[in-house]
């Protein structure tokens, strides 16, 4: 049909891509005595995954300050990740605390290489999250 109406050139047509949906969280990479806290993703992508907590939007330091009194923060790295279909923007702070919260799991890093699968979106973290430490030490 193409070829009799000399318009090949016109198909076969092709769907465009819609465009990736983009999301903004902040992460905040708890650190309590060398203990780091992950949490299970209860919904959404990536759900059952052992993740860094984290927060809808780019949230800033004096915004979290007044929730983490005495704590000392350390910005992440921001960065990208890109799924097939959503992208997440990251930022995020690494917040040593003072005491630890029960709704999160404490663990070191040595635990969360061996018994924790992190997902490659969170692995830009851990890494800020290994210097840190080490330079602690």
């Not at 993703?41 to 915004?63: A, C, S, T, V």
């Not at 959503?86 to 890093?109: A, H, Q, S």
């Amino acid at each position: 049909l193409a070829y009799r109406e000399k318009c090949m050139d016109k198909y076969p047509i092709k769907n465009l891509k819609k465009e990736k949906k983009k999301e903004n969280y902040t992460i905040l990479a708890f650190i309590y005595k060398g203990k780091i806290a992950i949490e299970k993703r209860e919904e959404g992508l990536l759900k059952k995954m052992y993740q860094f907590p984290n927060r809808k939007g780019h949230l800033k330091k004096n915004e979290l300050k007044k929730e983490f009194l005495n704590s000392k923060f350390t910005p992440l790295k921001p960065y990208t990740h890109i799924f097939t279909h959503i992208i997440w923007n990251m930022n995020g702070y690494i917040i040593e605390v003072e005491k630890t919260d029960n709704k999160y799991n404490w663990v070191t890093l040595e635990e969360i290489e061996e018994k924790y699968a992190i997902p490659t979106a969170f692995k830009p973290v851990l890494e800020d999250i290994r210097r840190y430490l080490n330079d602690s030490k």
